[in-house]
Structure formats: structure tokens, C-alpha cells
């Protein structure tokens, strides 16, 4: 088989051709500009991301590995850029549009088509055109254009062509001249170095976008083995693919690090595989996979059905047979048909190699392939089907008409296939419809469905709201059947809490509990699953546990890599302010406990936890970074440490001067901090007064005697005028003589505050 054609036969650059080309990459996406929204994690890529809105976003896109899910720089500045054209009021706004997102994609897929046409067109590839057409068509690529988030793939997809036709250059392939057949003598045209020297610019900023384009060296070592067999081994030709390959190998351990470290796709979520043949029968299998996806696209999904790899498959065995088979037959066949359809299928299975499942990537938690991880392989593969179909004996006329046909039959299923993309409840309830058994769609379309119901409940439909939280939870249990994973686990012990937060059912507490339970068993280090856990016990008032568990939800929350730079942020969020107020209501109930005890040391060092630095030194200390109102207990904690300080009875504990230095500090930040967390002004008056009581007894354990009773005969004054308890009153007129007497106050068990 021949896959060239002469100089003279070659098709040449047109410009009408390539507007067609452009024409049909929008056509293939229409539904996607007009209706596509945001899916799965594009939220944290765009529009929760706080590196697109900071001032300092932009340095720590390039500078902190941990800034972002994965060190993409080129794609997240991309994201930068447009996040700058938007409306600010829909910053970090669900209701932000996708729409110019969605156009760039759909704008970058159109010029990696015109560029991928251009390495045909050099490779004197037949049917180059045919290629191109097919590859702006076909419904393969959905995934990655209508996906916001695989701006990845686009871009260094494009990347990556761009480098491959500046290589092309710097050797000569497909100049004026050249007819295209492998040259069997030595060329000696003065090579281009200019053209080496812009291809590896473009390489570096592809890599930048996605290093799983760390193939192109070795298919551009192929192609020179196909195209210039003699040059090969030149040293000015294979030092530039050194150069190529060095930097994309470095990149490819280096995210397949992040893959593993940061994005979280480590052994314990892939139990179906434990050992190397299990890998191998995999492997096997995926390729054949994916060349069906791009031979036969009729059930594309957005998660397929995952199936056991194993040792014992005899079909298996078959696939992993043929898949090896294949290069050997086309390799011992290549004098006859050429070396392009042998190099055609070596760079498909080699750019599909990371994705074979020997090394762990995240998304096979869920399914072994993605029509997205096959994006960059498939360039290969639509060139040697372009080329294949030009070798049907199918006259001219009826073949433009049936190519015609599947050329709109690939933009109608294109179109279809992107309705998934319309939003998140879309993407899940149609992925559930093709695959039944997908834990993950289930699990997602409850957290959907859940968001539902928070909403109806805030708009006053009680009724709507609890149908939307069953169905949610059946969902979850739905989930369940398949899969126990523990961010699964934790959705359902996070209704159940939900539930009993609202109906008071026991039940329901204890089947939160069970669930977190065996969650932690298998995942001691998700700080979420601590956080719920934490929730349990504050309702069960255990709050030893409770504590230990939120300082232990705070410790991950803390020590996550990604966008560290914004941990102050991730304290503020929703996440993280929760986990904090509710360890202060733990701290106060876990201290008083200690106290009541007789353990003052051990009380002290709970209450002063929120105070104690938790990140970088210039970080706010917890306990400033929330308003002072209820639920929190951050006043009364700070309360608390600060009469240990002053009048513990054991001078091991007490430290006046620390206490005076606290409570002036508190005196200035009470009252701004408790009226903006719309803390009654009577309220705030009881306060008031605990606070001067508490400023009498530090002068009293410093000696300042005078200024004691002054402040103590005040605190009497104001609780008589504000009608106090009795009993409160009269224990500051004790405490008042006590300074008059020119002794300072001590306690034992119980802080004297008005509501301890």
C-alpha cells in the first residue's frame, strides 16, 4: 500500500478548504456555544478559582505548583485572560456565562484542524482533506472541546502540530521539491535552524499546556524513519529530538507526580488491578477501545462502563494479542505497503500509553477510558483513515455524495452528543441513561439535586425541598450498590446529618456516624470525612472527639498543596469557616470540660488553640478571621483563656501579663466584632460587663489594686442598671471586696462569666 501521492498529484493549501474546515468545527458544536454551561470541575478551574480574580493570581499560576489542580500554566492564563473580560459582579458566581469559554475551545479545535491539515498536506499524506474533515466532524472530540476544563487538550494539541510542522521545516519534509516518497539516499540540504529554534518554542508551551503530548519526539523519530530513513541517525537530526524529548520526559513525571500527590490518584482507588498482567490485559484492551470510538461513534458517554482486567480473560488474552500483533504484521508488510500505516499506528498506541492504565490517572477511578484521553492519539489515526478511504473503489461522484452524508451525520451526532454539556444535571442524567452502572453519575446528580433542594428550601417550598432531599439520597444509596468510595460515604453521612439537623431523628445521627466510620477506616487523611465526623459528636456533645476531630479536619485543610497561597481564603469559604466555627463551639465545650476536671494546663491549651499561628506566620490567627456571633464561640473561648491567664489558681497557668495584653486587644475588637455578627445589643451589654470583670481580676494579679476596684465597682454598676441575676451581681460585689482587700481573685473548676 501506497499511503503518498506524487508532487504533481498533491493536494495544495486553499483557502475555501480551509474555511470549510473552520465552518464544520462550529457547526459540530452549536448546541455547545449557545446552550453549554459549566460540568463536574470546571467551577474550580474558572469561576472558584481564586487565581483569576486575585492580584497576585496570575505570578502564582506560574510560580506555585500548587496554585492550581494540576501546573498547566499556559491554560490557566488563558482562563486569566478571559476571566478579565467578564462582568465582575459574576465573579465567583455560579450564573457567570460559559459562553465565551466555550467559543475559545471551539476556536482554538478549529485552527488545530488547519494545522493538522498543514502536517498532512507536508507528509504528502492522500486524503489529507478527508482527514481533516473527519476529525472537525466526528463526535470523539466533544468531550475535549465542550468540556471548559480540557482547554488542555486543545491548546496543546495545537501546540504540538505546530511544533511537529516546525520540525518538518527544519528538515525539509513536504518543501517545494519534495514528492513526498522516503528518501533513500543522505539529504544534504542546509538545515533550518530557525524553524528548530520557533518548533521548540511552541514545545514548551504546549508542554506548559498538557505534558501528555511527551509523545512527539518519538513520533517525529518515526516520521524521520518513514520520511528520511538515511538522516535518522545525523547528529544535527537526532540532538534536536533529544532536545525535544528531555524537557517532555521531565514534564511527564512531573504531572504524573501532581496525578498522584496532589490530584489524589493513588493505589487505594484502584483495587481491580494489583499486579503488572492485570495492567497488561488493560492495556490490551483500551487500544482496540479507542480505535473503536474513532471507527464506530455511536454510543459516546462521558464515563464508559468499566470492566475487570484479568490474567484469566481469554478474550482478553485475544485483544492483548492482536493489539502487539497488529504493528508486527504491518512492519513485516511495510516493503509492500509502505512504512506510513506502521508509523500511523505506532503513534496511536504510543501517544495512548499514559493512558493505558500502567501508571494510575485519575479519572480511571471511574472508567478506563475517556473519549479526552484519546484526543491527541487520534490525529494519527484520522490521517491513516483518510488515506484508507481514498483507496475505495467508489466512483467520484457518489463518494462526495456519501461522504457528504457522513460528513453531516458526524456534526448531527456532534451536536447531540454535546446536549450532555448543557449543565452538571444534564451531563449525569444522561451518562446514567448510557451507563446504569456508573456509581459517580449517580453521586453527582445527587449533589445536584441536593443543591435543588437547599434552594426550594430557601425559597419557602418546605414540601418541594424534602422530595428533592429523598430523591438525593436514593441517588446516593443508588450509588452505593456499585461503589464505596469515601467522597460517596461522606455525601450520604452528610444528608443523614442534614436530616437530623432538621427532624431530630436519632436514626439518622447514628447511620451518619456508622457511615463515617467506615469511611475513615480506609481513608484516615480526607479532612472533610474528620469535619462530618467532628459534626457528629458536637450533636452527641462528646466534645473531646469533636475537637480532636475539626483540629484534625483544620490540619489537611491546612496542609493541601493546591492553592496554598490562598489558605486564608479556603479558611473564609464556606469549607473552611464551617470547620472553624464549629471547632470553636467544640473547643469552648471540650475546655470547660477539662477545667470542670481540675485540668488547667490541658483547658488553657484548648482555649488558646484558636489564637495559635496555623499556616504561614503573617496568617490571621483563626479566631480573628470570623465575626464573633452565634453559632460561633469565639468570644467566649477567648474569654475563657484569657481568665486562665488572670486568676487560675495555679500560678503554672496564670500570666497576667499576657491576660492584660489580651483583653485590651479584645476590648478593641468586641464590640466592632460583635455587632457585624448581629449579636443582640443587650446581648452585647452582658458582655460588656464580663469583659470589665475580667479586666478587674488582671489588675488584681498584676497588683494594681485601685484600678481593680474601679473596674470591678463599674462592672457592679452597669449589671444594676442592666438588671442582672441577682446572684450574678452579688458575685461581683464579692469579687470587688476581694480587690479591696488587696487580694486577687482565683478560681478552681469553673470561670466566673455570667454564663458559664
Not at 76 to 92: G, K, N, V
Not at 106 to 121: M, N, P, Q, R, S
Not at 412 to 420: C, I, P, R
Not at 734 to 751: E, G, S
Request: a negative charge; charged letters at 20%.
Amino acid at each position: 500500500m501506497n499511503d503518498t501521492l506524487s508532487l504533481a498529484e498533491a493536494p495544495r493549501w486553499k483557502w475555501s478548504y480551509a474555511w470549510l474546515v473552520v465552518a464544520l468545527s462550529f457547526l459540530s458544536y452549536v448546541f455547545v456555544l449557545f446552550k453549554g454551561q459549566w460540568i463536574w470541575d470546571d467551577p474550580d478551574y474558572i469561576w472558584r478559582n481564586p487565581n483569576l480574580v486575585e492580584e497576585e493570581g496570575l505570578k502564582n499560576i506560574w510560580a506555585d505548583n500548587s496554585a492550581t489542580p494540576q501546573y498547566y500554566p499556559i491554560v490557566h492564563t488563558s482562563f486569566w485572560i478571559e476571566y478579565q473580560l467578564i462582568d465582575p459582579d459574576t465573579h465567583y458566581s455560579e450564573d457567570l456565562d460559559a459562553t465565551l469559554f466555550h467559543f475559545n475551545n471551539v476556536l482554538i479545535f478549529a485552527l488545530t484542524g488547519l494545522a493538522f491539515w498543514k502536517v498532512l498536506l507536508r507528509l504528502r499524506v492522500r486524503g489529507a482533506l478527508i482527514a481533516v474533515l473527519l476529525f472537525a466532524a466526528h463526535p470523539v472530540n466533544v468531550e475535549s472541546v465542550a468540556w471548559v476544563t480540557e482547554r488542555k487538550n486543545m491548546l496543546s494539541g495545537l501546540f504540538a502540530l505546530l511544533t511537529i510542522l516546525c520540525f518538518f521545516r527544519f528538515l525539509r519534509i513536504g518543501d517545494e521539491g519534495d514528492d513526498g516518497a522516503p528518501k533513500a539516499e543522505r539529504t544534504h540540504e542546509a538545515l533550518r535552524w530557525d524553524w528548530l529554534a520557533t518548533g521548540f518554542g511552541f514545545w514548551v508551551l504546549g508542554l506548559l499546556s498538557k505534558s501528555v503530548i511527551a509523545f512527539v519526539p518519538p513520533a517525529l523519530f518515526l516520521i524521520v524513519w518513514w520520511k528520511r530513513p538515511k538522516d535518522l541517525f545525523r547528529a544535527d537530526v537526532l540532538g534536536p529530538l533529544l532536545l525535544l524529548l528531555i524537557p517532555g520526559a521531565i514534564a511527564g513525571l512531573h504531572t504524573a507526580w501532581l496525578e498522584r500527590e496532589q490530584v489524589g490518584a493513588r493505589d487505594v482507588f484502584f483495587p481491580e488491578y494489583d499486579h503488572f498482567g492485570d495492567r497488561l490485559m488493560l492495556a490490551g484492551t483500551v487500544v482496540w477501545v479507542y480505535l473503536k470510538h474513532v471507527v464506530l461513534p455511536l454510543e459516546q458517554m462521558f464515563f464508559y462502563p468499566k470492566w475487570d482486567p484479568e490474567v484469566s480473560s481469554w478474550w482478553q488474552w485475544v485483544l492483548l494479542i492482536t493489539a502487539v500483533a497488529l504493528p508486527i504484521t504491518l512492519l513485516a508488510k511495510s516493503k509492500e505497503w509502505g512504512r506510513g500505516p506502521l508509523v500511523a499506528v505506532l503513534i496511536f498506541g504510543g501517544a495512548l500509553f499514559p493512558v493505558m492504565g500502567f501508571t494510575n490517572v485519575y479519572p480511571m477511578r471511574f472508567s478506563w477510558v475517556a473519549d479526552h484521553f484519546q484526543y491527541h492519539a487520534n490525529f494519527a489515526m484520522f490521517g491513516l483513515i483518510g488515506a484508507l478511504l481514498t483507496r475505495l473503489p467508489i466512483p467520484q461522484a457518489p463518494g462526495r455524495v456519501a461522504f457528504g452524508i457522513l460528513l453531516a451525520g458526524g456534526v448531527g451526532l456532534s451536536n447531540l452528543h454535546g446536549l450532555a454539556y448543557e449543565n452538571s444535571e444534564a451531563l449525569w442524567r444522561r451518562t446514567i441513561a448510557s451507563n446504569p452502572d456508573c456509581w459517580i453519575a449517580y453521586e453527582n446528580l445527587g449533589v445536584q439535586v441536593n443543591n435543588q433542594a437547599i434552594q426550594a428550601r430557601e425559597e419557602g417550598d418546605e414540601q418541594r425541598a424534602r422530595e428533592l432531599e429523598q430523591e438525593a439520597m436514593n441517588l446516593f444509596y443508588k450509588a452505593l450498590e456499585f461503589e464505596r468510595d469515601p467522597h460517596l460515604l461522606q455525601s450520604i453521612a452528610n444528608n443523614h446529618l442534614g436530616w437530623y439537623s432538621r427532624y431530630r431523628n436519632l436514626n439518622d445521627l447514628e447511620r451518619a456516624e456508622a457511615t463515617l466510620i467506615e469511611a475513615l477506616e480506609s481513608w484516615p487523611d480526607l479532612g472533610s470525612l474528620h469535619k462530618l465526623m467532628g459534626d457528629v459528636h458536637l450533636a452527641h456533645r462528646r466534645y473531646d472527639d469533636a475537637y480532636a476531630s475539626f483540629d484534625r479536619a483544620l490540619t489537611y485543610l491546612r496542609e493541601q498543596k493546591f492553592q496554598q497561597e490562598f489558605l486564608e481564603k479556603k479558611m473564609l469559604g464556606s469549607v473552611g469557616s464551617r470547620i472553624a466555627i464549629n471547632w470553636s463551639v467544640a473547643a469552648f465545650g471540650y475546655g470547660r470540660d477539662l477545667l470542670s476536671e481540675g485540668k488547667g494546663a490541658e483547658a488553657l491549651e484548648i482555649f488558646s488553640g484558636p489564637r495559635e499561628p496555623y499556616g504561614l506566620p503573617n496568617l490571621t490567627p483563626i479566631a480573628e478571621l470570623y465575626t464573633w456571633g452565634p453559632p460561633s464561640k469565639w468570644f467566649e473561648v477567648e474569654q475563657h483563656r484569657l481568665w486562665m491567664l488572670a486568676a487560675y489558681h495555679d500560678p503554672q497557668v496564670r500570666n497576667p501579663q499576657a491576660a492584660f495584653e489580651g483583653v485590651q486587644r479584645l476590648m478593641r475588637q468586641a464590640g466592632v466584632r460583635l455587632q457585624a455578627g448581629g449579636v443582640p445589643q443587650d446581648v452585647q451589654m452582658r458582655m460588656q460587663i464580663e469583659v470589665i470583670d475580667l479586666q478587674a481580676a488582671i489588675y488584681a494579679s498584676l497588683g494594681r489594686f485601685p484600678e481593680a476596684i474601679q473596674a470591678s465597682a463599674e462592672a457592679v454598676r452597669q449589671a444594676r442598671e442592666n438588671r442582672a441575676p441577682a446572684t450574678y451581681i452579688e458575685q461581683l460585689a464579692q469579687r470587688n471586696q476581694v480587690y479591696r482587700d488587696k487580694t486577687a481573685y482565683r478560681f478552681r473548676l469553673r470561670v466566673p462569666a455570667f454564663g458559664s
